[in-house]
């Protein structure tokens, strides 16, 4: 059984950054593209930002300038630095990954359940 733990959610000042974790634990063959959605209070989820197991992101256009994903194969981890916080940056993110759980079978999509980003003076 696969399940994917965020951690690194808090409140933050403006102007502070703000970096999350995601773990992906268990039974795990391979991991092929990881990533962060945001869903920010009244909105819908929404791309934050994705990554390739070679390494290679794209971003939502809103996201491109302080928003930086990254991942560490060894650890089937992918992390999110917010820099520069706003307040709008305030939601629950999501980290999200495409995981083959075994050798033959096809990758499953799979979702954290959330970290709260709370960014207030």
């Known amino acids: 059984q696969v399940q994917l733990v965020e951690s690194g959610g808090a409140l933050v000042q403006p102007g502070e950054s703000s970096r999350l974790s995601c773990e992906a634990l268990?039974?795990?063959?391979?991991?092929?593209?990881m990533g962060w959605y945001r869903q920010s209070p009244g909105k819908p989820r929404e791309l934050v930002a994705t990554?390739?197991?070679?390494?290679?992101?794209a971003y939502a256009n809103s996201m491109r300038d302080r928003f930086t994903v990254s991942r560490e194969n060894a650890k089937n981890t992918v992390n999110l630095l917010i820099n520069n916080t706003k307040p709008e940056d305030t939601g629950i993110y999501y980290c999200?990954?495409?995981?083959?759980?075994?050798?033959?079978?096809?990758?499953?999509?799979?979702w954290g359940r959330g970290t709260q980003v709370t960014v207030s003076s």
């Open positions: 999200n990954a495409q995981i083959v759980p075994t050798a033959g079978a096809l990758p499953k999509t799979y």
């Open positions: 268990g039974s795990i063959f391979k991991i092929n593209a």
């Open positions: 990554i390739a197991t070679a390494g290679g992101s």
